[in-house]
Structures are given as C-alpha cells and as structure tokens.
C-alpha cells in the first residue's frame, strides 16, 4: 500500500515556497511507494488543515508526509486564513500523519 504525501503551501510572492513544497512531493512521488495526494496552495493551505475548526478537519493528518512552505514565528506558521501556533490543539499524527516537514523562518528560534 503506498503512503500519501502532501504538500502545502503560500506564495506571497515568492514562488520558491510553492517549487520547494511540490519538489519535496515529487521527489518522494518518483520512489513508486508513495502517491501525492493534496497539493495545496495559497488560499486552499487553511488553518484548519492543520487545526480542527467547526469548518474544517485536518486535512494534513490524511496524508503519511507532508512539506509546509509559508511564513513562520518562534511559535507558528501561517496559514492563507490564520496562523497556525503552539496555543492551537495541534495534534499532528492522530490519524496518519508520520513526517513533517517545513520551511518557515524563525519556527525553531528558541525565545
């Protein structure tokens, strides 16, 4: 059984985020054991991908990998409509989520 993957992310004018997260899709994509199952860009990369809302559920936790390219705080990411941060019931893997992987500035800084 392959194992999806998913890649998210927001452009803001950079398009480098939008290459970097489908690079990280593809590449797995090419080793014939995994699928790529959500591409999800600017205004479809929500908060609620990654935080269940009344809207929404995590859609990031339907996939086994996943790369999130965006902009990023010592506590977060940003979503098109909202950051997603460490006071949010974030609970990555609950379902199927295994790797994650990011590019967002400062999300490691120690503050």
């Known amino acids: 059984?392959?194992?999806?993957?998913?890649?998210?992310?927001i452009k803001d004018g950079i398009d480098g985020r939008r290459l970097e997260a489908e690079g990280f899709a593809s590449t797995l994509t090419g080793l014939g054991e995994f699928d790529w199952l959500?591409?999800?860009g600017d205004s479809l990369a929500l908060k609620g991908d990654f935080v269940a809302t009344k809207r929404n559920s995590r859609r990031s936790d339907s996939v086994d990998a996943?790369?999130?390219s965006s902009h990023g705080l010592?506590?977060?990411?940003?979503?098109?409509?909202?950051?997603?941060?460490?006071?949010?019931?974030?609970d990555f893997g609950k379902l199927d989520l295994e790797f994650f992987a990011t590019h967002a500035c400062e999300m490691l800084q120690h503050t």
Do not use: E
């Open 1 to 9: 059984m392959s194992k999806g993957i998913g890649s998210w992310w």
């Open 38 to 40: 959500q591409n999800r």
């Open 66 to 68: 996943l790369q999130m």
């Open 74 to 90: 010592p506590d977060g990411f940003a979503g098109w409509d909202g950051w997603v941060t460490t006071s949010d019931a974030v």
